[in-house]
């Protein structure tokens, strides 16, 4: 094996080379250079290929031919191996990326590059403290060198500011290295540990001064301003390699001097992290420039490591993983995104949307995205799972909740900066030119991120079981993108049917998941088979389906917390990407995201509090948690409510959903809402109704059900677009579903679940057709429609079957569910909760008559006399749900029996009692099938009646009527639609005014003004930088000592 | 104790060298003072270095006629600051010199050797 | 197989006898209006002059299937709570089909012929109409609240929602009628009433002078007929339900008559009393003093 030396010799080598035989081609130094960083790859890869696999040894090389403290010695361990790897990885790939920055500024900079690279893997090797000293300061020089080569005038300026920081940290590290080696007699890290000068005054005052200038070469917030700088003026591709390179061995740094620090600094060096953290990202907010903006982040990512050192007492041998499941989730991403920055060349995040003309870069964009905020399948989301579980396990809930805090910050600008790239308007932005240098670089990253998001999923015990057939199925339609839709479409729809044979075993005997994975992938089934009507592509669709609905069915066959929320996280990725599809969706995705993303935050928080009391993650630690039981309760509901859309977090889905497309509305809002139903049915089934924490969280949340019921209602009745007055729908009645679950009785589940069920049939008839036409009318606003029975009959039959059942209106399936209600309130005392929910459901007759009125009775619209009846693509799985509901309207018990059985062992009193096909409860009484025939023969005598007294009744058209004997003037003044509950509105209008909406903005508002004060210290003046750091540090010292 | 020994005033001299860059650097708005400020601390290190690395009654550390090989180590002051010291000027002086590089092609830039006026770049 | 030929029988005849008691009350209650009003008023038989008159006029024309349907939906509304409801207690034959639901099917029958009717008047096309509709809904749903609140605190009580089993629980003399027992949610009730019968101040879904005659504008003849009929069967079981809830019930069809008549009377009285309501009004009103009390008779139950 090549001796690491020669990594020293070989850059060092070519770099004088180069300078003496001067005049060679500029092109040839480049690759001259880029072949030595080459060789220096080989050297670490072997090395760390050769240690990973336990065929090497850590091996000390002494320079000299002395021994430490007489020499200086480098070490080529397992992480140095690593670290250099990373470090030469990032050079070479940044090397090619910058290759004609480098010609252009030529040999100079050759040399410099190569002996920055150099002086990074120097720094990662070194045992000796002050050779550390002296290759940090190469390493600022030639960062600063290189920065000067830039030639442009915010370049030189903030060049400035960085030498002027750095020289200040290089000599208290200096002053630093210098008392301890007055204390030790020696500069060898490992005889610095082993003296533990730490225990003395001045030698903690040593230690404290090395520690601080480690730490202030991390970028700290808020003494970081000269890095900001660096970052936003630098080459995109040279920021890279900051962001990636120096900062991943400034963070080694730390690493290794870490045992030399005394154990009660460790908090501190945690808070350092978290403040910069936090700090670091509240003030990313704020930001439009795209290079500043990735600094932001790159200083806050480097902030969660440095907390994740300083909490390394409480995470056991978890550290390594976690660290460096997050160091390689920062390294790729940031390393990609600065790329990807330099290819967009453009300034503001606004205008990144031109990214969208180059599919492959945008999908390598939201790869690094959501590789820096901790989803699946990357491996930064098992790092933080660990880190957050280990935390909990130690009892360290403040540090927990400070990190997720940070990491939802982070979230809120990467996910603004990413909507806008998807969704804003780009014709007026210029093409993106790239060539093939610049296009390699990222491609490599964003395949790595993949990479390593499977090797990292292999060290968490928890994701042993997770089923990666899905995720690969999903990257072969990903991989077919380019086929025409239907093809696509057949070859999903056949992959879940498989997929339901294949998950089927695992659920047989449990009616629970049995429901929920007739709802998700049936649901998918049906919804996918709609997806016929599309002519086309589709682009992009399929594979974000597919990963919803995956997420959906690991969610039903999870064995543990962690699965939970991987298919969660899985399942919101999909649903963000189906969202975001609709025309005006940009601010409504993002708001999904971000509660989406808030709300996977706290259910983490909760399921690590449940880790901490239970010890293990199997499912059962959902019952009886006995840290915090409230908090973790409350914690983990609120999580799962954000996807219930339940009062307080339901704002995003009247918008996200409103604007989404006929099919997509169907599984957004039938089959995506009801994971947070199946969600809360898991957490109550643990929590249990017994404990006074469970009465209260009951409480709440039975009022939280009643209040979506009736803000949901309400609203619905007030909206002007057919598909935002379902969207709040599915809002009042995912509230009931949400009432029922809360009364945790026997008739109260089987309200709810009976809802879940028919909720499901009913509103994806609604979603179908009403999407349906929306689309082919090209407009959801329902005054823009009329009359349109003449021309969709069969749309009318079946809107007027659904709204019937989701009336509640006897003789359909529907009136089950409120007979349960009225049954359940009563025996259950939820009286007041009940009355509530039971107005809702009267008013709902106003938004179910607005929807099929205005849309299908009334005056029929001039440009309407030619429309068809909706895709028969469509028309097909509608009636398949029609038919269920019939069904099961003559037939309850075929659902409401089984649903009794299994929830008899729950709950075993209050079950209904059946007497052939009447069912009774304590209370009442009621027999579906007579029902429906009573009503059914009645209906036609009645009507034979009529047809017989009438039988001479004539059609005439649409204008001839009662009118005063006139003609009415235009079917737009006559058609009654527009603001049509107005008196209502004046009424009970004062409900819906939007408190919670402008809560959230308050609360927004708030933070975004924060940030934009708190960014108000970096001045811009180099001197005030200096006062930073030198206030830092006395801060800091004052807090310690 | 004695005050007024030679390790004692060095030191503090470095230190009090030290502590008057700083000022220079955080005070003075001519960017040509700033480096000169920094100079200045860059100084009162290598001069605390030197100070840590002394011992009383004992000569430089260099192999000559005044010192015995054979007793070498009882006779020199501590030989290993006074190398540090010596690389930590030669990165000193690259520093320095790197800074009036920068301060040349800020000079060129806007004419201006005030440093305020070099915060385009901000929040 | 010759009981429930029997059964059908006795259901026809009472039905027939709760038609004509229907038109006979509704006449009886326009006059009064009108005396009050100072005119003279229609004769008692005027509601079966205008009912053999609409259903043989010449000629009828309509707007499509929905309109057609609609007035089959609401008469199968009206018909199909008078199934469902028990009219004379302790009867073998006049409780109807009313073993097969309680309250809360006749609760939620009630919307079966509204909503059928409110779509046909919808195809109608008219504005007047769904006008009318719109407020008609929009009221109801704040009329239902003290409604709603009171068959709870009645339920309560009586631990039951079977009609027949609350009429039983009310027998045995006045004082255990749950006008005695539970007064809190029959004033709850019988404010939420004078909502549900649309007389004034509550009448503006017809409101004669804006809209006139609401959501039938568009109904003549034959339809207008089984409107007509639907009205009076449905005053007539409507006033006989809250009969068996608040009063009692009835043991033979002379209670009946006079229990439903007092009922709808309480309705007419406060008619000619007050006038209309505006919609927001009218909405807002339920949610007052009746939303008050209803939650009173519920909280003594707590």
Known sequence: MVSPIHIITISLGIAFALGIFGNLPKKISAIIMLIAIGAITFISAQWAYALYFGNAETTQIFTAGFKPPYSINLQMGIYEAFFSLLINIIGLLGGIYLFNTLVKQGKNAIIVFLILIMGLNVIVLTQDIFNLFVFLEVQSIATAGLIVLHKNKDSISSGFKYMLATGIIAGLLLIGIIFSYYFTGSLNIADIINANIGLSKGGAVAVFLILIAIVLELKPFPANGWAIDVYQSVKPGFAAIISAGSASAAFFVLYKILPIVPENFYNVISALGIITFIGSNLIGIKQTNTNRLLGYSSIGQMGLLITILGLSPYLGDKLTFIAFAILISHYLAKAGLFWLSGIVKQQNIKNWSNLRKKPVLMVLFGTFIFTLLGFPPFPSFFGKWELIMQLSASGQFIWMALILVGSFIEGIYLFRWFSNSLKSENSKLPEIKISLNKFIPPVIFGVATYGFGYFAGTFVEAAGAINYIPLLFIAFIALIDFLPAWTKNTISIAGVIAYIFYLYPSVEGDLLRQIFLGIFLGGAVITLFSGYYYKGKRLGFYPMALAMFAGLAMLITATNLFEILYGWELMTIGSYFLLIRGKKSLPHGYSYMMFSLGGSYTMMFGFALAFAGFGNLDLQALSGITVYPTLAYSLILIGFMTKTASFGLHIWLPGAHGEAVADIHFMASAILLKAGVFGIILVLLGMGAEAIYAKNILFVLGWIGAISALIGNVAASFQESAKRLLAWSSIGQLGYIVFGLAMMSHLGWTAGLFYTITHFLYKGVLFLIIGGIALKLGTPLMYKMGGLIKKMPFSFIAVLIAIITLAGVPPLVGFAGKWLFYNAIISEGFYFQGVVVLFSGIVAFLYLFRLIHTIFLGQLKDEHRNVKEISVWLLIPVYLLLFAIMIISAKPEFILKPLGNYLISYFPTGALTWNETMVSTALGHWDGYWIMMIVGVMFVILLAWLIITNAKAQKVKQFNMVYAAERPFRPETTHMAHNMFAGYNKALGFLIAPYVTNFWNWISNFVYDTAGFVRRIYSGNGQTYVLHIVAYIMVIYFIIF | ?123 | MDNIILKLLFTLLGLFIVLNWGLLMSAIMQKIVARVAGRHGIPFYQPWIDLIKLYTKRTAITHGIMFYLGPVFRLGGGVGMFLFIPLIYGSEYFTNFSWSGDLILILYFQFFGMLGMALGAGEGGHPNSVIGISRGLAQFTTVEVPMTLAVISIAVQYQTLSITEIVAAQQGGILNWTLFTNPLATAAAMLSLLGAFRHAPFNLVKAPNEIPIGPPTEYHSSFLGVLRTNNAILHVIEAVLFMNLFFGGATNWFELILKSFLIYFWSVFVGVVFPRFRIEQSVAWFLKVPLVIGILAIIIFI
């Open chain 2, 1 to 123: 104790m004695d005050y007024f020994n030679i390790e004692y005033i060095s030191i503090v001299t470095g230190f009090l060298l030290i502590l008057l860059g700083l000022f220079a650097i955080l005070t003075q708005k001519n960017i040509i003072k700033i480096v000169i400020g920094f100079s200045l601390f860059d100084t009162g290190i290598h001069i605390v270095m030197v100070s840590i690395g002394y011992i009383r009654n004992r000569t430089a550390p260099i192999l000559d006629e005044t010192v015995n090989i054979k007793d070498a180590a009882n006779q020199i002051v501590d030989p290993v600051p006074q190398a540090l010291v010596l690389t930590a000027i030669i990165i000193g002086l690259g520093v320095t010199a790197l800074m009036l590089a920068y301060v040349l092609k800020l000079h060129k830039e806007k004419k201006s050797l005030e440093i305020q006026n070099f915060s385009d770049l901000k929040w």
